[in-house]
């Protein structure tokens, strides 16, 4: 069965400064693997997607992720946080159905310092 | 992706009794989930509300609990029946569009329930 971890429960950055956070995943085959972003109050809005390909995919609001297949991880990136990137971050991993069954990672809340 | 909206967006109920959630897709689409998310948890999927059958239930869960209707492609309620604090969660539904190679789901605003 398909598993996500991601290590880190709160990080705190400057806003402006660089942000990496880090999702591990377990699976058999190859995943498909997701970050969301939940604002306050608000449902999940998709970042971005990995499903094959290329292994940096670009997502919305400035954020990309790399896939390592040796690693097991797809690790999101910011170069610069905003003050508005404060959220709860979440991984998740789908299996062979895609988006069905999705698995999702405990999260990481994101603070930002001014 | 598609806009979906819930209602309620947030409730307060007493114990013993019941809450159906609604959600409504602006699209047609063939998958809709339910998910839970307990208060500084992650999201643990309840069911697949399948279209023109009964919906397909996760390990935990049941439909005496949960009881699920998909009339039509557009919309699906949630019933939380017989409610404890323990289930005091914020409620989403997701759908499941083809994008690319593959599905991917979008999510709603979600139904924050308090049980008191």
């Known amino acids: 069965a398909q598993s996500v971890t991601q290590p880190d429960i709160h990080i705190t950055v400057s806003e402006g400064a660089s942000l990496e956070l880090r999702c591990n995943y377990s699976?058999?085959?190859?995943?498909?693997l997701f970050w969301y972003v939940q604002s306050p109050g608000q449902g999940l809005q998709l970042l971005l997607k990995y499903f094959s390909g290329d292994t940096l995919v670009q997502g919305i609001k400035g954020f990309e992720a790399e896939f390592k297949r040796s690693q097991s991880s797809f690790n999101l990136r910011k170069p610069s946080v905003h003050w508005s990137d404060a959220a709860e971050y979440f991984c998740a991993v789908g299996g062979i159905q895609g988006a069905q069954k999705l698995v999702f990672g405990q999260g990481t809340r994101l603070t930002i310092n001014p | 992706s598609a806009v979906i909206s819930q209602k309620p967006s947030r409730d307060i109920c007493q114990r013993g009794t019941s809450l159906t959630i609604q959600c409504q897709v602006d699209s047609q689409v063939t998958m809709m989930f339910w998910y839970r998310q307990q208060p500084g948890q992650s999201l643990t999927l309840i069911a697949t509300?399948?279209?023109?059958?009964?919906?397909?239930?996760e390990s935990g869960f049941v439909i005496d609990k949960f009881p699920i209707s998909r009339p039509n492609l557009t919309f699906s309620t949630l019933t939380v029946s017989n409610m404890s604090p323990e289930d005091s969660s914020i409620y989403l539904c997701s759908v499941g569009l083809q994008r690319g190679l593959t599905d991917t789901q979008y999510f709603g605003p979600g139904t924050r329930l308090t049980v008191l």
């Open positions: 509300a399948n279209q023109g059958s009964e919906a397909t239930y």
């Open positions: 699976y058999g085959a190859t995943p498909y």
